[in-house]
């Protein structure tokens, strides 16, 4: 009489659900963005939600020559000129913190409107009616994790530089 063998049984192990298209789970923050190239930024503005309105005090980064060994070396030199903003959500404005005190200066209203840069939702900083030194400077921000905002400057309708901004908690 013949007899048959059953295959040894092999451990279960559970795998690994495939990663979701999308953004990466890796966790954001303004030195992780101040590292980025431009066409990264670029990516990463285009691929998120304009998010909540910012309410109350955010830290400022500002990211100039994106993608080179000099972004990491000017961010603190221009964060001595600007430190944040001062978000107040019940009038629809802000205030620049600027100059090594955070002295609260320079104007700008706060609303929602398409982005110069890809059409899609962003929330905008306007100077334009609120300041006479920035008349030519909007910003446009959007969300790209909790608290954590990444923003785009156009001079007179030109893309300038990117600044990150995070909420104090």
Same mark, same amino acid.
């Given at each position: 009489?013949?007899? %048959?063998? %059953?295959?040894?049984?092999?451990?279960? %192990?559970?795998? &690994?659900?495939?990663?979701?298209?999308? @953004?990466?789970?890796?966790?954001?923050?303004?030195?992780?963005?101040?590292?980025?190239?431009?066409?990264?930024?670029?990516?990463?503005?285009?691929?998120?939600?304009?998010?909540?309105?910012?309410?109350?005090?955010?830290?400022? %980064?500002?990211?100039?020559?994106?993608?080179?060994?000099? &972004?990491? &070396?000017? &961010?603190?030199?221009?964060?001595? /000129?600007?430190?944040?903003?001062?978000?107040?959500?019940?009038?629809?404005?802000?205030?620049? *913190?600027?100059?090594?005190?955070?002295? @609260?200066?320079? @104007?700008?209203?706060?609303? *929602?409107?398409?982005?110069?840069?890809?059409?899609?939702?962003?929330?905008?900083?306007? +100077?334009?009616?609120?300041?006479?030194? /920035? @008349?030519?400077?909007?910003?446009?921000?959007?969300?790209?994790?909790?608290?954590? +905002?990444?923003?785009?400057? +156009?001079?007179?309708?030109?893309?300038?530089?990117?600044?990150?901004?995070?909420?104090?908690?």
């Amino acid at each position: 009489m013949a007899t %048959t063998r %059953t295959p040894p049984k092999r451990p279960t %192990t559970k795998r &690994a659900a495939p990663k979701a298209a999308g @953004r990466t789970k890796t966790k954001l923050d303004p030195g992780k963005l101040l590292a980025m190239n431009q066409k990264q930024l670029d990516a990463l503005f285009r691929s998120s939600p304009a998010g909540a309105t910012p309410k109350g005090v955010a830290n400022g %980064t500002v990211i100039a020559a994106a993608g080179t060994p000099a &972004a990491r &070396a000017l &961010a603190p030199i221009l964060g001595l /000129a600007w430190r944040g903003k001062v978000f107040n959500p019940s009038k629809h404005d802000l205030l620049n *913190r600027i100059l090594p005190i955070g002295l @609260r200066a320079v @104007r700008a209203k706060v609303y *929602r409107e398409e982005s110069w840069f890809d059409g899609k939702d962003a929330i905008i900083l306007d +100077y334009s009616k609120s300041s006479l030194l /920035a @008349r030519g400077i909007r910003d446009e921000i959007r969300e790209v994790a909790p608290g954590l +905002y990444l923003g785009i400057v +156009y001079v007179r309708r030109m893309k300038t530089i990117n600044f990150v901004l995070q909420l104090s908690t």
